[in-house]
């Protein structure tokens, strides 16, 4: 009914608007007519009463001047006269005329010196005042100036009468307007769709097992949709009582695979009432407003494509920074919001950052400090105390917001997202000892020798054994943090349970393979069903390549297009035959390595398109923007191959996605050795991407690979992912997280 109301409202406003824009034209349009009636009145008076008084001045008969003022100075309108003399002193007034009226000479002084009548307005205590001063002249000489003063309230009662008029219109329209519109929706169109509204949502979250009572009290209208929500809400509460009895028996079966609803059960049944908040700095749904219209986008992220799905398994709340130019509209006045828009599961708190927390915090510390000290891909970190300053600050701001929401909860699940969050673990654990923390690492760690360079390495290892785990995506990245923080912060290391006591705490270093959702119902492909981007970007040849990344240094992209160039060259029978889609939306724009490398990729796929191209082919298709998962999916599932080339890569989902998206199991993965997603997925074809020969070598053999290796190959690495999807990795998480065995 709000919506219904912010309609008429709506309505009731734009016809208002217009209505006193009228208004206001015909008032101003009012006031100038009698404005310009009444200069015309008192320019005749003016003109036929100085004739008389010329000689007078000529004479200085001041007493004269008095009795000739006087004639005039007794009808209706008029309040008094006056005659000034060259130097602003008074020759003469009418009779009984206010002194303080007179006692300002700067209008006929400003008449007398351009020789040409003047007309002003003042408010006095007698009420509005026209004031018009004219010249006398004698030959070319100003010997006198003439001043009348005249009522002038006339005229603002008439505008007043005007807007009362107009207003009350207004509201006798405005009233009959509303209550016509409202009685037409709330009748024939808003009851109608409510119950229907209502029927289907009780349906999807199960509250209520027949809704045809609701359905029956549709308008006649509506009957035809009605009756199909009707069947399908039946369908649907049979499915939903299915899949929750199969969750429930799973749970008992190791061997079983991890889904959503088993995720739920799981929840359900080991926490109960007790809340669990994810903290990252990317949120999981940007608010950005395009012209009039304010559009929900998913940010292009592994860590956001990991965590969504179980976020809307097990709800709670999610604190991000929020970043879109229409994020602060669609909060509310704690900055929190229900997501997904379309059937909200969980609640995203949004923190608001200042200009220059982000360029210290995120661009600064987080991007040209961590990230490339964990990556080693041959960009020197850059380490500055004023971005330090910010990101502790940072991180105190996530901790107050964090803490301020979970003061009324039992033991919470705290699940804190990668690098920018180093110092917070250590800061909730100081305020809530009872809060079980986990900080997932999503990118690499590095070696002992490489992160010793940080001038701050032994704060953040402090502030990381806050949590009572620490997780990262490979057993090796487990050790590396393990022998770095041996050498750096006075601990005791524990090899045999993997742990670290510090100060009293004992956090645990495990490895979580971050995974993806693996697809419950197949998805068929044929020529019929091919994506249409295809079309649009003029892709007709036989065999297609994609690769799908963020504009980011680690990717390996520049390397990448230099593999495919060495194909061509390697094997020029493939030219007009195949064609890579590079899909890369900008990522991290306000960091000056990032926008230099999105040039330099830029560069490097037009050199090479120019030096191939043959007519009505492009060896290369590069697009530089946002994508959903809704249109990759089909990409994915038409491409021969997928191509992976990271330097330098903590797990790699978009890996697992082409596994997870190709239900037909076909198609080959090609992919970097340097990922985390080359310890899972074996049957790859691994590659070392620094090597153009072995990037070519590897492209000619999937393109030349037969089908049933393909299908064998695929169906082992499509079984490991069944086997831990990421439903799976949050029950770890969560199992070591609170101790449950």
């Known amino acids: 009914m709000k919506r219904v109301f912010s309609f008429i409202l709506g309505a009731i406003v734009l016809a208002s608007v217009i209505i006193l824009g009228l208004t206001y034209q015909q008032a101003t349009e009012q006031r100038s007519s009698l404005v310009n009636d009444l200069e015309r009145r008192t320019a005749l008076l003016s003109d036929s009463l100085k004739e008389s008084i010329r000689p007078l ?23 008094g006269l006056a005659i000034y003399n060259p130097q602003g002193g008074l020759y003469a007034t009418s009779t009984g005329l206010n002194a303080a009226l007179t006692a300002d000479p700067t209008l006929a002084e400003h008449a007398m010196y351009d020789d040409e009548r ?11 005042i026209s004031i018009t001063a004219t010249p006398i002249n004698q030959g070319d000489n100003i010997i006198a100036a003439l001043v009348v003063y005249q009522h002038a309230d006339y005229i603002d009662v008439a505008i007043k009468q005007t807007w009362n008029s107009s207003v009350l219109r207004l509201l006798i329209i405005s009233l009959l307007f509303a209550v016509a519109l409202l009685l037409i929706i709330r009748w024939i169109i808003y009851e109608p769709i409510a119950h229907m509204a209502e029927a289907i949502r009780q349906t999807r979250t199960g509250t209520a097992p027949n809704t045809s009572a609701l359905l029956n009290k549709s308008h006649a209208f509506f009957r035809p949709i009605a009756n199909e929500i009707s069947k399908m809400s039946q369908s649907l509460v049979l499915a939903r009582n299915v899949a929750s009895e199969e969750a429930r028996l799973r749970l008992e079966k190791l061997d079983s695979p991890w889904t959503a609803e088993r995720l739920k059960e799981f929840f359900k049944a080991y926490f109960k009432d007790r809340q669990i908040v994810v903290i990252s700095n990317r949120e999981p749904y940007i608010h950005r407003k395009i012209k009039n219209d304010i559009e929900v986008q998913i940010p292009a992220s ?13 709800g709670g709340l999610w604190l991000a920074q929020g970043s879109g130019n229409a994020d602060h509209e669609v909060v509310d006045k704690n900055g929190k919001i229900q997501v997904p828009p379309d059937d909200p599961k969980y609640t995203l708190k949004r923190i608001w950052l200042t200009p220059e927390e982000v360029q210290g915090f995120y661009v600064g510390f987080s991007n040209e400090a961590l990230w490339p000290l964990c990556h080693l891909s041959f960009t020197r970190p850059i380490f500055r105390e004023e971005d330090w300053t910010e990101y502790r600050k940072v991180n105190g701001k996530f901790a107050q917001a964090l803490l301020k929401e979970i003061k009324h909860f039992t033991r919470p699940i705290i699940l804190i997202q990668d690098y920018h ?5 250590a800061m909730i654990k100081h305020s809530r000892p009872d809060a079980e923390i986990a900080l997932f690492w999503h990118i690499p760690w590095p070696n002992v020798e490489s992160f010793s360079i940080c001038p701050w390495r032994k704060e953040i290892l402090e502030g990381m054994l806050g949590a009572d785990v620490v997780g990262f995506h490979t057993q090796q990245y487990c050790n590396n943090f393990l022998e770095t923080v041996g050498k750096e912060i006075e601990s005791l290391v524990d090899l045999e349970k993997f742990s670290v006591t510090h100060n009293g705490h004992m956090a645990f270093i495990k490895p979580f393979p971050i995974s993806v959702a693996f697809p419950t119902t197949p998805v068929e492909t044929s020529e019929e069903t091919r994506p249409p981007l295809l079309d649009s970007l003029g892709i007709k040849t036989k065999h297609l390549g994609i690769g799908v990344d963020r504009m980011d240094y680690t990717k390996g992209i520049i390397e990448r297009l230099r593999g495919i160039e060495f194909f061509f060259k390697a094997y020029p029978e493939y030219k007009g035959k195949f064609t890579f889609l590079q ?12 926008r230099e490398f999105g040039q330099e990729v830029d560069d490097e796929a037009v050199r090479i398109n120019q030096e191939l191209a043959e007519a009505g082919w492009t060896p290369i298709v590069l697009l530089r923007e946002h994508h959903t998962h809704e249109e990759i999916y089909p990409l994915y599932r038409a491409a021969d191959l997928c191509l992976v080339t990271s330097l330098s890569d903590g797990m790699n989902l978009v890996a697992k996605e082409f596994v997870s998206a190709r239900t037909d199991e076909a198609g080959v993965l090609v992919l970097s050795k340097f990922t985390g997603a080359s310890r899972d997925l074996t049957d790859a074809l691994i590659i070392n991407p620094y090597s153009a020969e072995d990037t070519a070598e590897a492209l000619h053999s999937a393109l030349t690979m037969t089908a049933a290796e393909q299908h064998r190959r695929m169906k082992k690495m499509r079984a490991t992912l069944k086997n831990y999807t990421i439903y799976r990795w949050a029950a770890e998480l969560l199992k070591a997280v609170t101790n449950l065995s």
């Open 57 to 79: 001045v000529l004479t200085t008969a001041t007493s004269s001047m008095v009795a000739e003022l006087n004639k005039f100075a007794g009808r209706e309108d008029l309040v």
């Open 118 to 128: 003047k007309n002003d307005f003042l408010a006095s205590k007698q009420g509005n």
């Open 302 to 314: 592994g860590m956001i494509t990991a965590l969504e799905p179980i976020m809307e398994s097990c």
């Open 421 to 425: 969050f180093a110092l917070l673990p």
């Open 583 to 594: 899909i890369a939306p900008p990522s991290r724009e306000k960091v000056k390595r990032y």
